[in-house]
């Protein structure tokens, strides 16, 4: 069935909006590590994960201490960001090749998915925080599926689109090697000193970067001078 233009425009327009919207992570980040008062959140040491656990945890129990007051913030933030992605994913998805839609779309769930899991079960990849056992699993697996899923997602979007969006292609590729490197290295916990919270920042960062830029560029494609329609048309 062909969808009118306008149509595929206004669906263009709400997939790039959700991108420009994913900064809200960032801002949700932002809020819940602010709020610890009591001791100070460690941007280098703690987990990102450390903002969306509900329990208090000082350094004598673990290497760092845990307490978040906005820890449902964070967990909002997460599942927010997992809802974004679908909505980007399902509005845009018309622009990838066939040969590329069925993977980018998989993809795309998994990483969606291990948001939605990582914000449901709040806790660590590292330690039992709360003492439920399935939390601990269901939080791990979550955070698998979104680091490694998400770079997977900016490596294999950006593959699909290096005709129609060279340049966005080329800087989503460098997000997504930097990103999927630095997640080996903290599912090693090799961190070079800069400690393990910076390092799972720049495996997970990239991702979010890459959404809002996903979206900037489709606003600027369509109502910026390089609007030209053939490039949101299917192959």
């Not at 149509?7 to 590590?33: N, S």
């Amino acid at each position: 069935m062909n969808i009118p233009l306008f149509l595929k425009q206004h669906r263009l327009k709400i997939g790039g909006i959700a991108g420009i919207v994913g900064m809200q992570y960032f801002i949700a980040e932002f809020i819940a590590a602010n709020a610890w008062t009591a001791t100070p959140y460690s941007w280098s040491r703690n987990y990102i994960s450390d903002l969306g656990v509900p329990e208090c945890l000082d350094a004598g129990q673990l290497d760092r201490t845990v307490c978040s007051p906005l820890y449902g913030v964070m967990n909002a933030g997460f599942i927010t960001q997992a809802v974004i992605v679908t909505i980007v994913t399902i509005c845009l998805i018309h622009i990838v090749s066939k040969h590329w839609r069925y993977p980018v779309a998989f993809i795309a769930a998994v990483y969606c998915t291990g948001l939605l899991l990582v914000g449901l079960f709040p806790g660590s990849v590292a330690e039992n925080l709360g003492g439920d056992d399935m939390r601990m699993a269901m939080h791990g697996i979550g955070a698998l599926m979104a680091i490694l899923g998400g770079n997977i997602l900016v490596i294999t979007t950006a593959l699909s689109l290096r005709t129609k969006f060279p340049d966005y292609a080329i800087v989503s590729l460098l997000l997504g090697i930097i990103g999927l490197l630095a997640s080996l290295m903290f599912a090693a916990q090799i961190d070079f000193g800069f400690g393990i919270g910076t390092i799972e920042r720049v495996a997970v960062n990239p991702i979010v970067i890459w959404t809002v830029l996903t979206g900037a560029v489709i606003l600027a494609a369509i109502f910026g001078r390089s609007r030209t329609p053939e490039r949101f048309l299917p192959q």
